[in-house]
């Protein structure tokens, strides 16, 4: 088990779903977080023909994409579960999952990348933070411009990604029950991705690694964000996100 390794992006939130599961399940892994936008995608694509990260060496195998992965830590690590025993429940978990993943975590991504390309200091700030390649105010502003626009982010879509988001945290409102989760009676995957997901909106205490510094734009639409929404992340976070794993 010692040699379970995590490739991963710090301020990713696809990657946080895979930590969140290593640490719910205890796995004892290693982190590696190759330069992010100048190693990763290489790192990525040699070890599985995909630019995008998290990869989990995991018994000889290298599985990319944090669905394929969680897949592969539920079967080989099954306590405690993520997916539902009943099969419809289980059904309904795995599409909230595919929900927030390409209907919400595009959108967030994009929305937050383009906005911080229009203020240079900003962007030179996250670069560093993001331990990134570090460059001054407005090269640092282009190479964020080029990320947005590398994850479909320009002037034209905001309004789209912003709808997107927010009809992420409607739909958490809509589906989740008298027992508090999104599923039947207990956490499953789709509370996890959904707190995953929409971390950067909730910014809750117990993320692992520096939350990005956001510019105003960014935190006007988050502050008009149903408060209920990103209440309940902020509960998954505090009740379900276990210290990390790594060792
Ligand atoms: N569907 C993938 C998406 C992962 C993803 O988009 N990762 C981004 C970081 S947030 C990435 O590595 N992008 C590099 C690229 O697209 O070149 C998953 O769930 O793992």
Same mark, same amino acid.
């Given at each position: 088990m010692a040699d379970t390794v995590l490739w991963h992006i710090e301020i990713s939130h696809y990657n946080e779903k895979v930590r969140w599961a290593l640490d719910l399940k205890g796995v004892p892994h290693r982190r590696r977080a190759p330069m992010p936008g100048v190693l990763h995608p290489f790192v990525a694509l040699a070890k599985t023909r995909r630019p995008t990260l998290p990869v989990l060496e995991l018994d000889g195998e290298t599985i990319g994409d944090s669905t394929r992965i969680i897949g592969? !830590?539920?079967?080989?690590? @099954?306590? @405690?579960?993520? /997916?539902? +025993?009943?099969?419809?429940?289980?059904?309904?978990?795995?599409?909230? +999952?595919?929900?927030?993943?390409?209907? *919400?975590?595009?959108?967030?991504?994009?929305?937050?990348? /383009?906005?911080?390309?229009?203020?240079?200091?900003? $962007?030179?700030? &996250?670069?560093?933070?993001?331990?990134?390649?570090? !460059?001054?105010?407005?090269?640092?502003? !282009? $190479? %964020?411009? &080029? *990320? $947005?626009?590398?994850?479909? &982010?320009? +002037?034209? %879509?905001?309004?789209?990604?912003?709808?997107? %988001?927010?009809? &992420?945290?409607?739909?958490?409102?809509? +589906? %989740?029950? @008298?027992?508090?989760?999104l599923v039947g009676d207990a956490f499953s995957v789709a509370d996890l991705t959904a707190a995953s997901i929409l971390y950067p909106a909730a910014q809750p205490p117990e993320f692992q690694y520096e939350v990005p510094e956001f510019p105003a734009s960014v935190q006007e639409f988050g502050a008009s964000l149903p408060d209920g929404a990103l209440e309940w992340v902020r509960r998954m976070w505090r009740e379900h996100r276990p210290p990390s794993a790594e060792v």
């Amino acid at each position: 088990m010692a040699d379970t390794v995590l490739w991963h992006i710090e301020i990713s939130h696809y990657n946080e779903k895979v930590r969140w599961a290593l640490d719910l399940k205890g796995v004892p892994h290693r982190r590696r977080a190759p330069m992010p936008g100048v190693l990763h995608p290489f790192v990525a694509l040699a070890k599985t023909r995909r630019p995008t990260l998290p990869v989990l060496e995991l018994d000889g195998e290298t599985i990319g994409d944090s669905t394929r992965i969680i897949g592969a !830590l539920e079967r080989r690590f @099954p306590e @405690p579960p993520l /997916y539902p +025993e009943d099969p419809g429940e289980r059904r309904r978990a795995l599409e909230l +999952e595919d929900f927030f993943d390409e209907e *919400v975590a595009p959108h967030i991504r994009r929305f937050a990348f /383009y906005e911080i390309s229009r203020d240079p200091e900003l $962007a030179s700030r &996250g670069l560093r933070q993001l331990g990134s390649l570090p !460059l001054p105010g407005r090269a640092a502003a !282009l $190479a %964020v411009r &080029g *990320v $947005a626009r590398r994850y479909g &982010g320009n +002037e034209d %879509v905001m309004e789209d990604a912003r709808a997107h %988001v927010r009809a &992420g945290c409607e739909r958490i409102l809509a +589906e %989740v029950g @008298p027992s508090g989760y999104l599923v039947g009676d207990a956490f499953s995957v789709a509370d996890l991705t959904a707190a995953s997901i929409l971390y950067p909106a909730a910014q809750p205490p117990e993320f692992q690694y520096e939350v990005p510094e956001f510019p105003a734009s960014v935190q006007e639409f988050g502050a008009s964000l149903p408060d209920g929404a990103l209440e309940w992340v902020r509960r998954m976070w505090r009740e379900h996100r276990p210290p990390s794993a790594e060792v």
